[in-house]
Every structure is written in C-alpha cells, then in structure tokens.
T-cell receptor, first 113, second 112 residues
C-alpha cells in the first residue's frame, strides 16, 4: 500500500539522549516535512525538504536535525539540546506544485522520562 | 508574523446537528485546506480550496474559500458520532516557504 510510514509509534527518551524518528514514503513525493504537535495545540513546522540533499528550517528547528539522503526518507533527530521534546511528531509529504496539499503519516509519540 | 485564527476552539453537539467553524488569516491565501485528526493519528485531508468564492463539498462536509481570501469556513451537516475529532484549517506559509501553516484546531465532540 502507498503511504507514509513513521516509526516508532511510541518512544521514550531519557534526558540528555538523542533519538531519531523514522519517516519513509513510497508515494514518489518530492517534498517532506516534520511538524510538532503539543496537546491541545496546532501543528508547528520543524524542518522541511523539497529535494534530496536539501532542507530548510521551519519555525521551531532549534534542538532538531534532519537529513534527506534519499527521496523516500526524511529522518528527524531530536537532540539533547531540545529542552522540551515531549510531543506528538508528524511527518508529511507532498508533490511539488500540488497546491501545497500535504499528506501525513500516523505520527510518533515521544516522551521524556 | 503570519497568524491563522480558528474558531470555535471546541464544540459539543448532539448527533444530527449541523456544525460550522471558520478560520481567518492575517494575510491573503491562494489555497485553503481543511484537515481532520482522529485521536492519536495524523491529520487527514478533507477538502482543498484554490479559488476565492469557491464552494466545495465532500459528502456531508462543505467548505468555502472566502471572497476576501483571508477566511474560510467548514460546515458539517447532520453530524454523526464518527465526526468526533479535531478539525484544522491550513494555508501556505508566507515568506516563500513551501510548507503549510495550521490553525490551532476546533475540537468537535458529538453526543449520540
């Protein structure tokens, strides 16, 4: 089935650790995105990438890093520099020039313990 | 900076009632999108609007692109329990970034 796969669904992190969230898509989409969602709030853009080997910061990039080595993959690393990482993380993708319509994965819950 | 104001924040209605929610932007949009998010899942696209004044339906859902291009409306007719969730409006980010900015969402609860 075509779609966007995020893993893991649930992740627990100790303070001071880096963790990486996986996002894979088989939709042949050019652009990929990471959003963060806090309880009762909207979605905030962390990073996005329009083509392989290129990515741009969103509104809340501090404490996060990404890579785009393959068109299908856009992993997000939550570093120890992110002071409040507990949140729901959403990966999305889109075709370029598709009227900005983006499609989401099922999300990953990250909890700091 | 760019702001999307979505209202109401939450609604609690009886099954069968109609629902209306809206979104306003501080800047002009050329696209309005409406998404629904079920608990613990990613948002799913409901309706996309591309032209001022456009009125588009998807089953019991109807959305409109405001004439001023700074607002949009979503209506749900004859609500059912599975309409429960959070509804988000979204539009293109300003400053040329090719990503979407989202409203804070309208949380809908439907009493059977």
């Amino acid at each position: 089935d075509g779609g966007i796969t995020q893993s893991p669904k649930y992740l627990f992190r100790k303070e001071g650790q880096n963790v990486t969230l996986s996002c894979e898509q088989n939709l042949n989409h050019d652009a990929m995105y990471w959003y963060r969602q806090d309880p009762g709030q909207g979605l905030r853009l962390i990073y996005y990438s329009q083509i392989v080997n290129d990515f741009q910061k969103g509104d809340i990039a501090e404490g996060y890093s990404v890579s785009r080595e393959k068109k299908e993959s856009f992993p997000l690393t939550v570093t120890s520099a992110q002071k409040n990482p507990t949140a729901f993380y959403l990966c999305a993708s889109s075709l370029l020039g598709s009227g900005n319509t983006i499609y989401f994965g099922e999300g990953s819950w990250l909890t700091v313990v | 900076g760019q702001q999307l104001n979505q209202s109401p924040q939450s609604m609690f209605i009886q099954e069968g009632e109609d629902v209306s929610m809206n979104c306003t932007s501080s800047s002009i949009f050329n696209t309005w999108l409406w998404y629904k998010q079920d608990p613990g899942e990613g948002p799913v696209l409901l309706i996309a609007l591309y032209k001022a004044g456009e009125l588009t339906s998807n089953g019991r859902l109807t959305a409109q692109f405001g004439i001023t291009r700074k607002d949009s409306f979503l209506n749900i007719s004859a609500s059912i329990p599975s309409d429960v969730g959070i509804y988000f409006c979204a539009g293109p980010m300003d400053t040329g970034r090719r990503a979407l900015t989202f409203g804070s969402g309208t949380r809908l609860q439907v009493q059977p």
